[in-house]
């Protein structure tokens, strides 16, 4: 065989990318499928158990037997336990459109995952941020157990502050940014005893869960970013940009409370940024301090209280339980009364 007849690097290439592709397309319709079969599995038994006179026992009754039957006919998978997540599957989404639209989407672990979910809101959030950014069945359960929503929700404090894409489709900043912020993929153990610096370099060695915890939309820029005037140089110890909401984001590093010359420092870096950095097409530069404890008379009295492009938020090095972060928005929202009246009776 001469040299011309053998196949090129590009051809062997495209032959394989051309069968990947259709082979994952294949498995997202068989999976698609299934969920839906799953859903639908879920309305056929609700619908029966409705014909049962005492439900409760007929029901259990009905999974049992039907669990037995399809593991005859069809093989494992059919377990008592995952006939009842068929049923509950279809309980938490009755509306078929939901099914077909977002949960269809994802794979069954995804949704055994969801589901599970208590809060209808929290439910709905994660549904349709893991279609949109395909996030993996560990990031998902990640961000449960991290109380992702949640974390979001406690930080919206700033409603106003908009980032405007087109009249028609608005972004909020507040959507972006959590309080607190958990990094307990550091593995740094407690009681904690280590210098910002060293925290700031292992967020950028662990860059991926870092830009996961951060949320969507950010790439890394820089680690100690120099910005220089005509007589001076200053350090910023992370920057981002974050191509949904159009903008730099500045990260100050604090291992301590929250201090004014904290914020002073980022006022200063924000509009430092704005003038040297920013180009003509991009929204106004966002800083952020993240501090292990917020000094509310700070948060009250100083810039960060009036700036719109300014905020504090704290971050744990451990994952909190449910109990702890509900005391922390609890402190959150106390604050956030305690300084609205402050502002109030001022006006």
């Known amino acids: 065989m001469s040299a011309t007849n053998v196949p090129t690097?590009?051809?062997?290439?495209?032959?394989?990318?051309?069968?990947?592709?259709?082979r994952q397309k294949a498995y997202s319709a068989v999976n698609s499928e299934m969920v839906i079969a799953y859903w639908k599995m879920g309305r056929r038994i609700v619908e029966e158990e409705q014909h049962g006179e005492q439900k409760a026992a007929y029901g259990e009754a009905i999974l049992k037997t039907l669990?037995?039957?399809?593991?005859?006919?069809?093989?494992?998978?059919?377990?008592?336990?995952?006939?009842?997540?068929?049923?509950q599957f279809y309980l938490t989404y009755p509306d078929e459109s939901i099914c077909y639209a977002v949960c269809s989407k994802l794979s069954w672990s995804h949704n055994r995952l969801i589901m599970r979910i208590e809060n209808p809101e929290a439910r709905k959030y994660y549904l349709k941020e893991c279609a949109d950014q395909m996030w993996s069945t560990r990031t998902l359960e990640r961000n449960i157990n991290s109380h992702y929503y949640q974390r979001l929700i406690s930080s919206q404090t700033k409603s106003e502050i908009l980032i405007h894409k087109q009249d028609s489709d608005k972004i909020f900043a507040k959507d972006f940014i959590k309080d607190p912020y958990v990094f307990e993929f550091l593995n740094i153990p407690e009681p904690v005893n280590v210098l910002e610096q060293d925290i700031e370099k292992a967020l950028i060695g662990n860059l991926q869960q870092f830009l996961l915890e951060l949320g969507k939309g950010f790439s890394f820029v820089g680690r100690q970013f120099r910005i220089s005037t005509e007589t001076s140089h200053f350090y910023i110890d992370l920057v981002f940009y974050n191509y949904l909401l159009k903008c730099f984001i500045l990260f100050d590093l604090k291992t301590g409370k929250l201090t004014h010359q904290d914020t002073g420092q980022m006022d200063m870096y924000i509009r430092m940024f704005d003038d040297l950095k920013k180009q003509a097409d991009d929204n106004p530069t966002i800083g952020i301090i993240l501090c292990t404890e917020k000094d509310e008379t700070v948060v009250k009295y100083s810039i960060l209280n009036d700036s719109k492009q300014l905020f504090a938020t704290k971050y744990m090095l451990y994952l909190p339980t449910e109990e702890e972060l509900i005391a922390e928005v609890e402190r959150e929202r106390r604050a956030l009364e305690i300084q609205m009246k402050g502002d109030k009776q001022l006006k």
């Open 67 to 87: 669990s037995v039957a399809l593991t005859a006919e069809l093989g494992k998978g059919f377990s008592y336990a995952n006939i009842r997540n068929f049923r």
């Open 9 to 22: 690097a590009s051809l062997i290439q495209d032959v394989v990318e051309i069968l990947l592709l259709a």
